[in-house]
Nanobody, 116 residues
Framework: QVQLVESGGGLVQTGGSLRLSCLASVNIFRSYTMAWYRQPPGKQRELVASVTAVGYTYHTDSVKGRFTISRDIAKNTMYLQMNSLRPEDTAVYYC?????WGSGSWGRGTQVTVSS
C-alpha cells in the first residue's frame, strides 16, 4: 500500500505563500493522476488541483492563478505552491490519487491557516 505524507503547512497572513509537499513511499507519479485536496473547517473535502501521469495539470477555479501543482518524479514528491493566500484557503490539505484510493488511504494532511 502506498503511503503519502503531506508537509509544509502553517499559519500565514493574507497574501502570504506556502509550499506543500507530498512524499510517496513508492514512485507512483508516472502511473497515476495525483491530486491535492483540502477540507475546510466544517465542510467536505474538495479537489484543489491534479497532475496526470504525463504532466497535464488542473486547478479548480478558486485557486487558478494563485496555486500551482507540480511534481519531482525523481524525488517521489508532489508539490503545491500557494501564493496570494486568502482566509478561505484555510483547510487541512491532503494528497491522494484522483480518484482516491479509498477511505483508508488518506494521510494526516497538513494544516494551512490563513489569518485576515
Amino acid at each position: 500500500q502506498v503511503q503519502l505524507v503531506e508537509s509544509g503547512g502553517g499559519l500565514v497572513q493574507t497574501g502570504g505563500s506556502l509550499r506543500l509537499s507530498c512524499l510517496a513511499s513508492v514512485n507512483i507519479f508516472r502511473s497515476y493522476t495525483m491530486a491535492w485536496y483540502r477540507q475546510p473547517p466544517g465542510k467536505q473535502r474538495e479537489l484543489v488541483a491534479s497532475v496526470t501521469a504525463v504532466g497535464y495539470t488542473y486547478h479548480t477555479d478558486s485557486v487558478k492563478g494563485r496555486f500551482t501543482i507540480s511534481r519531482d518524479i525523481a524525488k517521489n514528491t508532489m508539490y503545491l505552491q500557494m501564493n496570494s493566500l486568502r482566509p478561505e484557503d484555510t483547510a487541512v490539505y491532503y494528497c491522494n490519487r484522483l480518484p482516491d484510493w479509498g477511505s483508508g488511504s488518506w494521510g494526516r494532511g497538513t494544516q494551512v491557516t490563513v489569518s485576515s
